[in-house]
């Protein structure tokens, strides 16, 4: 096999990669505790860089995964004050809870895509963690998000089954 045969699987599985992860962080969304729920997804995210390196082949680091991940996450304009509300509103009994409930794993799984999606350019285009730069990779998560929560869920589909 080729390289050039090798490269459309290697995003299909990266694809299929970052789906799973977000069907965890979505479930990880759904812890009633207030933070907690954040704390889980972050660890969800994390492992999701972690198996994405592991299918290129690159090395992984916890520390720069979990800087780079708060990098391009907290620069996030409304999505970085969206994500602790919604876990604190899980704090008032009934409404908040249900409200979190409704909010939170979709938050979750939102950025858990958009998050993959921006490794995966990155490791497509010969990157790895070491030469990772949040700034220029924002604009790129941010348009992933965008098309997520802009209920463009095909958009985002089509091209996760294209690279299928």
Same mark, same amino acid.
Do not use: C
């Given at each position: 096999?080729?390289?050039?045969?090798?490269?459309?699987?290697? *995003?299909? *599985?990266?694809?299929?990669?970052?789906?799973?992860?977000?069907?965890?962080?979505?479930?990880?969304?759904?812890?009633?505790?207030? $933070?907690?729920?954040?704390?889980?997804?972050? $660890?969800?995210?994390?492992?999701?860089?972690?198996?994405?390196?592991?299918? /290129?082949?690159?090395?992984?680091?916890?520390?720069?995964?979990?800087?780079?991940?708060?990098?391009?996450?907290?620069?996030?304009?409304? @999505?970085?004050?969206?994500?602790?509300?919604?876990?604190?509103?899980?704090?008032?009994?009934?409404?908040?809870?249900?409200?979190?409930?409704?909010?939170?794993?979709?938050?979750?799984?939102?950025?858990? /895509?958009?998050?993959?999606? @921006?490794?995966?350019?990155?490791? *497509?285009?010969?990157?790895?963690?070491?030469?990772?730069?949040?700034?220029?990779?924002?604009? /790129? /998560?941010? *348009?992933?998000?965008?098309?997520?929560?802009?209920?463009?869920?095909?958009?985002?589909?089509?091209?996760?089954?294209?690279?299928?």
């Amino acid at each position: 096999m080729d390289a050039a045969e090798q490269k459309p699987s290697l *995003e299909s *599985e990266a694809s299929r990669i970052v789906n799973s992860y977000m069907g965890w962080s979505a479930g990880a969304g759904l812890i009633p505790l207030p $933070g907690v729920d954040l704390a889980a997804i972050s $660890g969800v995210q994390l492992k999701m860089v972690h198996s994405l390196s592991k299918l /290129y082949g690159l090395p992984f680091s916890r520390d720069a995964a979990k800087s780079l991940i708060g990098a391009l996450v907290g620069g996030g304009g409304a @999505v970085v004050l969206s994500a602790p509300m919604g876990s604190l509103i899980k704090g008032v009994p009934v409404v908040g809870q249900i409200a979190g409930a409704l909010t939170q794993p979709a938050l979750a799984a939102a950025t858990t /895509y958009a998050l993959g999606k @921006v490794f995966i350019q990155h490791f *497509e285009t010969g990157g790895n963690l070491l030469n990772f730069n949040a700034n220029d990779l924002r604009a /790129y /998560y941010g *348009e992933q998000l965008a098309a997520v929560r802009e209920a463009k869920p095909a958009t985002a589909r089509a091209s996760a089954a294209k690279a299928d």
